[in-house]
């Protein structure tokens, strides 16, 4: 039994663990540091216990997991990074968070950003519309003077729940396709899993917020006397709603049009003429980087400056992306790394002759995959491959099961999730304040999401 622990993923998951919470709780290191020597651990371990791995790989491993996670987040994250500042000083998300307000009421500015989060979440990646929202979170709270724990978490919720319970995005759409659900039924059970789940992280937010005041901080090389600065200007002295909001509607457009020509090419063949360019520009780098354009030049024109001092501004918004990146992707290394070793297989061989529900047993396969290699995709498509041969013992729509799946590749974003960090980061937060909104956010959602879905199957079948 002692031989067979020392060769388990097992193992590696748990020395793994105890390294980032030793060299980032503990010692207090900075993250990018801390994530990267946990990762080496993790790969020397590997060198060990892994076949496909040696002693010579370990570092490089690590350097091209690395380079992975760059390759997808480093774009959208420099270009996020200048829609940030560029929207916040020009006061393009002043102006956003007034027009809110003057519709729903300066006692509605919560729900105003959960409403408009969850709905751009559908079309678009999460943390595309989490480099979108967090600028309106920071301005609203500049603009009210407190809630800041509370627009960052119903942010925060929009974005994570419809991503993953309602297609058209990437993460249940795969699941979709694997186990055979049916789209359109899926849309709908993934609209009626996900209301419950969002009412709950906005129920939440309003509670935490009461008990944990998280103050605005510089970030984004933005610093909060600025913010506050331009949360007491008159509204005439802004960008105009169209120009304000153009960087959030051009990503929007860019990233849903690919989705809409992607998903009905095969109903309108039509489509698949014009899909080569629509899946240039609906890209999220070059999204990103088109709505980048569009915010930096209101902040020229409105931010009364020079353009040499226009173009130093933007070159700092990258210094802050550039670390925010870098960050970011060594989780993502991180939880790679712990992928690698193999704990996807061995949690899901463990769980495979347990005598539980087919919803339950699904729920728990993607949430330990998730909670040990850090990926929600991953986790999520881990656990279809897994029941996607079980789906005729279903007595249920398979849509069901995407939802279950859903819910548990979404619980309890920790240190080894890129996510985590993103949030962090562009959020301005502590690791604590993250753990107390995000990783407590995220596990409510699935929690809420199994329960929904199990009592609508329940009913459903009864009917």
Same mark, same amino acid.
């Given at each position: 039994?002692?031989?067979?622990?020392?060769?388990?993923?097992?193992?590696?998951?748990?020395?793994? =663990?105890?390294?980032?919470?030793?060299?980032?709780?503990?010692?207090?290191?900075?993250?990018?540091?801390?994530?990267?020597?946990?990762?080496?651990?993790?790969?020397?371990?590997?060198?060990?216990?892994?076949?496909?791995?040696?002693?010579?790989?370990?570092?490089?491993?690590?350097?091209?997991?690395?380079?992975?996670?760059?390759?997808?987040?480093?774009?959208?994250?420099?270009?996020?990074?200048?829609?940030?500042?560029?929207?916040?000083?020009?006061?393009?998300?002043?102006?956003?968070?007034?027009?809110?307000?003057?519709?729903?009421?300066?006692?509605?500015?919560?729900?105003?950003?959960?409403?408009?989060?969850?709905?751009?979440?559908?079309?678009?990646?999460?943390?595309?519309?989490?480099?979108?929202?967090?600028?309106?979170?920071?301005?609203?709270?500049?603009?009210?003077?407190?809630?800041?724990?509370?627009?960052?978490?119903?942010?925060?919720?929009?974005?994570?729940?419809?991503?993953?319970?309602?297609?058209?995005?990437?993460?249940? =759409?795969?699941?979709?396709?694997?186990?055979?659900?049916?789209?359109?039924?899926?849309?709908?059970?993934?609209?009626?899993?996900?209301?419950?789940?969002?009412?709950?992280?906005?129920?939440?937010?309003?509670?935490?917020?009461?008990?944990?005041?998280?103050?605005?901080?510089?970030?984004?090389?933005?610093?909060?006397?600025?913010?506050?600065?331009? #949360?007491?200007?008159?509204?005439?002295?802004?960008?105009?709603?169209?120009?304000?909001?153009?960087?959030?509607?051009?990503?929007?457009?860019?990233?849903?049009?690919?989705?809409?020509?992607?998903?009905?090419?095969?109903?309108?063949?039509?489509?698949?003429?014009?899909?080569?360019?629509?899946?240039?520009?609906?890209?999220?780098?070059?999204?990103?980087?088109?709505?980048?354009?569009?915010?930096?030049?209101?902040?020229?024109?409105?931010?009364?400056?020079?353009?040499?001092?226009?173009?130093?501004?933007?070159?700092? #918004?990258?210094?802050?992306?550039?670390?925010?990146?870098?960050?970011?992707?060594?989780?993502?290394?991180?939880?790679?790394?712990?992928?690698?070793?193999?704990?996807?297989?061995?949690?899901?061989?463990?769980?495979?002759?347990?005598?539980?529900?087919?919803?339950?047993?699904?729920?728990?396969?993607?949430?330990?995959?998730?909670?040990?290699?850090?990926?929600?995709?991953?986790?999520?498509?881990?656990?279809?491959?897994?029941?996607?041969?079980?789906?005729?013992? =279903?007595?249920?729509?398979?849509?069901?099961?995407?939802?279950?799946?859903?819910?548990?590749?979404?619980?309890?974003?920790?240190?080894?999730?890129?996510?985590?960090?993103?949030?962090?980061?562009?959020?301005?937060?502590?690791?604590?304040?993250?753990?107390?909104?995000?990783?407590?956010?995220?596990?409510?959602?699935?929690?809420?999401?199994?329960?929904?879905?199990?009592?609508?199957?329940?009913?459903?079948?009864?009917?």
């Amino acid at each position: 039994m002692i031989i067979e622990f020392a060769h388990s993923p097992l193992l590696t998951f748990l020395v793994g =663990l105890a390294a980032v919470v030793l060299l980032l709780v503990v010692l207090d290191l900075p993250a990018f540091v801390g994530l990267v020597i946990s990762a080496f651990l993790v790969g020397m371990i590997n060198a060990a216990f892994v076949p496909e791995f040696g002693p010579s790989r370990a570092a490089a491993n690590v350097a091209e997991a690395f380079g992975d996670n760059m390759a997808g987040i480093g774009i959208p994250i420099l270009m996020a990074a200048i829609i940030g500042k560029s929207m916040l000083e020009s006061g393009a998300a002043q102006r956003i968070v007034r027009w809110f307000q003057s519709v729903l009421g300066r006692g509605n500015s919560d729900v105003a950003l959960w409403g408009s989060s969850s709905v751009l979440a559908i079309p678009v990646f999460f943390d595309s519309v989490f480099y979108l929202m967090a600028p309106l979170a920071r301005s609203m709270r500049a603009r009210v003077g407190r809630d800041y724990t509370l627009f960052i978490v119903v942010v925060g919720v929009g974005a994570a729940t419809t991503h993953v319970f309602v297609p058209p995005t990437p993460g249940p =759409l795969a699941v979709a396709d694997q186990v055979g659900a049916d789209l359109g039924v899926t849309i709908l059970v993934g609209l009626v899993t996900a209301v419950p789940a969002l009412v709950a992280g906005l129920m939440y937010g309003r509670w935490l917020n009461g008990r944990l005041d998280i103050p605005l901080r510089d970030a984004m090389a933005t610093s909060t006397e600025e913010l506050e600065e331009l #949360a007491g200007r008159s509204t005439r002295d802004l960008p105009g709603v169209l120009e304000a909001a153009a960087p959030v509607v051009l990503a929007v457009v860019l990233v849903g049009s690919f989705t809409v020509v992607d998903t009905f090419q095969q109903v309108y063949p039509v489509l698949s003429r014009v899909r080569p360019f629509v899946a240039f520009l609906g890209d999220k780098n070059v999204a990103l980087t088109v709505a980048a354009l569009a915010a930096a030049w209101t902040y020229y024109r409105h931010g009364d400056m020079g353009r040499n001092e226009w173009a130093d501004e933007l070159t700092e #918004a990258l210094k802050s992306g550039g670390n925010i990146a870098a960050i970011t992707a060594a989780g993502g290394a991180f939880g790679a790394l712990l992928a690698a070793s193999g704990i996807g297989d061995y949690i899901t061989g463990a769980l495979s002759q347990v005598g539980i529900p087919l919803l339950v047993s699904a729920w728990l396969i993607a949430a330990i995959v998730r909670i040990a290699q850090g990926s929600a995709t991953a986790a999520m498509l881990t656990a279809a491959g897994i029941m996607a041969p079980q789906v005729p013992e =279903l007595a249920v729509h398979p849509a069901f099961l995407v939802m279950a799946i859903g819910a548990g590749g979404n619980v309890f974003s920790w240190y080894n999730d890129s996510g985590f960090w993103l949030v962090k980061e562009i959020g301005g937060l502590t690791q604590a304040e993250t753990l107390k909104t995000w990783t407590a956010l995220t596990t409510i959602i699935s929690v809420t999401g199994i329960v929904t879905t199990l009592v609508v199957s329940t009913v459903v079948q009864t009917i």
